[in-house]
Nanobody
Framework: QVQVVQSGGGLAQPGGSLLLSCKISGFPYDRYAVGWFRQVPGKEREAVSCISGLAEEKYYSASVQGRFTISRDSRRNTVSLQMDSLKPEDTGIFYC?????????????????WGQGAQITVSS
């Protein structure tokens, strides 16, 4: 049974940093894709960043490119999202998701297993 457990998040001031982590368990192999998605009230879940099984592919949305960094530690089955230079428009609930089919497209519908979500609030 695949489980996706998130940690991190919280409140930051504009220009600040936060770290989100996601521990994935239950896959019989390590070549699963992982993505981070953000949702705000009244809108669909949108992609923030995705990483392929061997980290050879990384995707960032235009709004976070250059500010966020996705990484994975295959020994610990953990994927992290380092968020720097945070802006108020980054506010939302961030979800980690994993899929065993590999990274085909960084969209929510491509991911089967989801974490519990974490609130990120960027405000002064």
């Amino acid at each position: 049974q695949v489980q996706v457990v998130q940690s991190g998040g919280g409140l930051a001031q504009p220009g600040g940093s936060l770290l989100l982590s996601c521990k994935i368990s239950g896959f019989p192999y390590d070549r699963y894709a992982v993505g981070w998605f953000r949702q705000v009230p009244g809108k669909e879940r949108e992609a923030v960043s995705c990483i392929s099984g061997l980290a050879e592919e990384k995707y960032y949305s235009a709004s976070v490119q250059g500010r966020f960094t996705i990484s994975r530690d295959s020994r610990r089955n953990t994927v992290s999202l380092q968020m720097d230079s945070l802006k108020p428009e980054d506010t939302g609930i961030f979800y980690c998701a994993a899929d065993g089919a590999g990274l085909h497209d960084c969209v929510a519908t491509e991911f089967e297993f989801w974490g519990q979500g974490a609130q990120i609030t960027v405000s002064s």
